[in-house]
């Protein structure tokens, strides 16, 4: 008996199937049983590295680095989004030395390496005479590589579409700058939108960065801690409470991108939703009665030749 993407397996396979999930169960569990062996062997469960966290002041002053982090993250991560928009709209432009300039540019910026980048603004910059703020320094670098990635992100996404949909748009009236806006950028952000949130994830982490260059966010403040001689020094410790916020915060921002995707689906859906034609799928436009009569945009290709 067979499937249409995999032969189903037999009584042999099933049973090796379940010895392998038992010995990879049993070989999981073993790890897990060593680490907590070594922890509490070092001391790692004891009451005094953990004293720390019991302090109303300490969560303060975590408050306030993750108010730190959140700030670069927010302002990093749209300008970010706006960048690669513009960047891959150049890259997508109908003349050469437009497209040849915004490549450039973004080749650039994807290859120098974000932590590079801070310290050339942070220590380099002073050497001409211009100093920067930490803050700026790890937003601008964040900006400069997560933008040219999500560039290369959203061109991909215009490119993959057929070759249909632009010429629909164009078949019926619509300018170039309309037919980006209206028709392939949609498709384009919701087909790329798990990779959108991904970048952004990354752009959350390498905050993290701009502690080598004395930005005070959640890493810099655990590194202060894990210094910490009364409390006999709790470098894991700071590293569990500091790893477990970013973890969360990536949760949420992953919740908000399913959130948000569902959401574009349903006013996708709510509009009318693509129609296909033989010229391609297109979006209906609101303000076409036709279309809401269940015309279709061959109909009003038609109608507007004969004009």
């Known amino acids: 008996m067979t499937s249409v993407l995999y032969d189903v397996p037999g009584p042999r396979a ?9 010995l990879t169960v049993l070989a999981v569990g073993a790890i897990l049983a060593f680490i907590i062996y070594r922890f509490a062997l070092s001391g790692q469960f004891s009451a005094t590295k953990w004293g720390l966290f019991t302090y109303a002041t300490i969560w303060e002053q975590i408050l306030g680095a993750l108010g730190k982090t959140l700030a670069a993250f927010g302002l990093a ?68 590589y997560n933008g040219s990635v999500l560039a290369e992100a959203l061109r991909a996404g215009v490119e993959a579409l057929p070759k249909g949909q632009k010429e629909a748009g164009y078949a019926i009236g619509l300018r170039k700058n309309g037919v980006m806006r209206l028709i392939l950028l949609p498709q384009a952000v919701r087909a790329m939108l798990p990779v959108i949130v991904a970048q952004l994830v990354v752009t959350m982490k390498d905050t993290a960065l701009g502690f080598i260059i004395t930005y005070p966010e959640l890493l810099y403040l655990a590194k202060q801690f894990s210094s910490n001689a009364q409390f006999g020094r709790p470098l894991l410790q700071s590293a569990f409470v500091i790893g477990g916020i970013y973890i969360v915060m990536c949760l949420l921002l992953s919740a908000l991108a399913k959130w948000l995707e569902g959401r574009m689906n349903r006013n996708a859906k709510a509009s009318g939703g693509p129609r296909v034609t033989p010229t391609g799928t297109v979006p209906v436009q609101p303000g076409d009665p036709r279309l809401h009569r269940g015309g279709t945009v061959t109909e009003v290709i038609a109608t507007q030749r004969e004009k």
């Open 14 to 22: 099933i049973a090796r199937n379940r010895v392998f999930a038992v």
């Open 77 to 144: 991560g749209v300008l970010s989004i706006v960048l690669g928009f513009v960047l891959s709209i150049g890259r997508l432009s109908d003349h050469r030395w437009v497209r040849v300039a915004f490549t450039l540019v973004t080749e650039i910026f994807r290859a120098v390496p974000v932590l590079v980048m801070m310290m050339l603004l942070y220590y380099g910059l002073p050497s001409i005479g211009v100093r920067m703020e930490p803050y700026w320094a790890v937003v601008i670098a964040l900006v400069a």
